[in-house]
């Protein structure tokens, strides 16, 4: 049976671990003939709903800008980050993680925090400078696709404290808060064209770059902690619900700049 599954697929079932389809339709019978009963590939519906709607904000994110509506083009994309973050979690919790489900994960990625970031920041300030403009778009977008992909040849290779570059998420959350925060303040994008110019490229050759960036993985959040870090806690969340741009691009400007501290501080030790 196994050299006919060989067949209808065009590549080979392991022997030792369970097969795709056997982790999505149970145990198989090798009494049956396949020509019988056909093996169907399926895929975890719950995970794959989340990378989805992660999908789908991004997407939305370049119809927004598209339409000049720049604010909600930001928030989207901050949108496309809390979905991206519960899919993993309910994966994992579910027990629903398969090979499908990170790929169709990386593609979204690629759309919500490499496509639409970059694209985004040269509708609303870099199209005034010509191919200045759409070459610092480019180098974002470039700058993703090549950190998502080392990000996928390094799973279990990579020290799980630490990312190697600036994660994509966290360099969307760049560009879509100064965005966003400006767009609100009432400055339009051509006054910030020059400083768009040098952050959005800079943010995606940090994410290729070999500086290290806190993943926080390691942070104990089930055990007990003081009552102050509570208090602490709800007054960011305070600030943010006053403040949601201003909040959110000072931490991740933060978040990106306490990166490079790290490099200049370990090379004057």
Same mark, same amino acid.
């Given at each position: ?48 709903? #989340? ?10 994110? *370049? ?19 809390? #979905? ?6 309910? %994966? ?9 489900? %990170? ?47 080392? #990000? ?26 100064? *965005? ?90």
């Amino acid at each position: 049976m196994k050299k006919k599954i060989e067949k209808v697929f065009d590549m080979p079932v392991e022997e030792t671990e369970k097969s795709p389809i056997e982790g999505a339709e149970g145990e198989m019978d090798d009494t049956v003939d396949s020509e019988q009963k056909q093996p169907h590939r399926g895929v975890y519906l719950l995970p794959n709903l #989340f990378t989805t709607a992660a999908l789908f904000s991004g997407f939305y994110s *370049i119809i927004a800008a598209m339409n000049g509506d720049f604010t909600h083009a930001a928030v989207a994309i901050f949108i496309s980050m809390v #979905f991206d973050g519960l899919d993993g979690r309910v %994966a994992r919790l579910t027990r629903t993680q398969s090979a499908f489900g %990170a790929e169709y994960d990386s593609l979204a990625d690629m759309v919500s925090f490499g496509i639409a970031p970059a694209l985004v920041a040269f509708t609303w300030a870099l199209a005034p400078l010509g191919k200045v403009g759409w070459i610092a778009a480019f180098i974002y977008a470039v700058g993703a696709a090549l950190r998502l992909a080392r #990000f996928n040849t390094m799973i279990g290779i990579e020290d799980k404290r630490y990312f190697t570059g600036l994660p994509s998420p966290a360099a969307a959350a760049i560009v879509a808060s100064v *965005i966003w925060a400006a767009n609100d303040s009432g400055v339009s994008g051509e006054s910030l064209a020059t400083v768009m110019a040098l952050l959005v490229p800079i943010t995606g050759l940090l994410m290729v770059s070999n500086v290290k960036f806190r993943s926080f993985k390691d942070l104990d959040v089930k055990g007990r902690v003081p009552f102050v870090v509570l208090l602490i806690a709800v007054l960011v969340l305070v600030f943010v619900a006053l403040e949601p741009a201003i909040v959110l691009m000072g931490v991740f400007c933060l978040y990106g700049l306490w990166g490079l501290l790290g490099v200049v501080s370990e090379r004057f030790r």
